[in-house]
């Protein structure tokens, strides 16, 4: 633990996670709006469906951990819609299943501490034309469709609001998109730095009307070691000054 103590932040899930410090992120994009601020920790594993993360639940949040993560995003699902495979392998879980894991993930989080606060991704769409054209030998053999997508989508955003949980509908924030299919993917299934703007954005829009004591959003919190006066650098006019700290507000405008 490095201190002073600040806001942890957990994205917890399979490869949008992994991957989401790489090609402009969603997951780097937050760790630079909240530098000073909070610290964005990745719990990101490729490939891993929500059957797989409820069986080490316990060991990624350990509940008698001395520190509580103040939020947690998860994201399970694009790996669960994938057909069965002939062999019977595979990442495939039912949408029962994969409702009623997704119900205990939520729990187990829930129970974590009376201040950590929980963010659920929907399912996104993919591009499929551009996941069969993979020269990828693992994304091409994959059957996954659009259609699916949507229905374990749907399954997690009512599951959600039956547990009162704050859920972002990534399936409709991306299609929205002009040119979503071709803008927001790197190979049919991750995403592109397009397509993390997105979820940033989405992400950011929950954390600044969500009525959590203390507030999450980035404008929220205090920067920690906030420059005084004694610090202010003298601005090209020779008279003025910028306080490093409001710079960074400002440049940070475009997250409001």
Request: charge should be negative.
């Amino acid at each position: 633990m490095v201190g002073p103590d600040r806001p942890e932040f957990v994205l917890f899930g399979s490869s949008i996670v992994q991957y989401s410090f790489g090609n402009e992120g969603w997951g780097a994009t937050l760790a630079d709006i909240y530098a000073r601020k909070a610290d964005i920790k990745v719990r990101g594993y490729s490939g891993w469906n929500s059957r797989r993360a409820l069986q080490v639940i316990d060991k990624v949040f350990p509940k008698e951990a001395p520190v509580q993560p103040s939020l947690v995003i998860v994201y399970f699902g694009g790996n669960d819609c994938i057909a069965p495979y002939p062999s019977g392998i595979g990442p495939h879980v039912p949408l029962p299943e994969y409702v009623e894991n997704m119900r205990k993930i939520a729990n187990h989080l829930k129970n974590l501490s009376d201040k950590t606060r929980l963010i659920f991704l929907s399912c996104p769409p993919i591009n499929e034309e551009m996941l069969r054209e993979s020269k990828s030998v693992y994304l091409s053999e994959i059957v996954r469709t659009n259609e699916t997508c949507q229905k374990y989508s749907e399954a997690c955003i009512n599951l959600c609001k039956e547990m009162d949980l704050k859920v972002i509908d990534l399936w409709t924030a991306i299609t929205k998109h002009t040119d979503w299919a071709n803008a927001c993917f790197t190979d049919g299934i991750h995403l592109s730095s397009e397509g993390s703007k997105i979820v940033v954005q989405e992400i950011l829009k929950v954390l600044k009307e969500a009525e959590w004591e203390p507030s999450l959003h980035w404008k929220s919190l205090p920067s920690e070691f906030a420059e005084d006066s004694s610090f202010d650098i003298v601005a090209a006019d020779g008279i003025s000054t910028i306080n490093p700290t409001e710079w960074t507000i400002h440049w940070k405008i475009q997250w409001e």
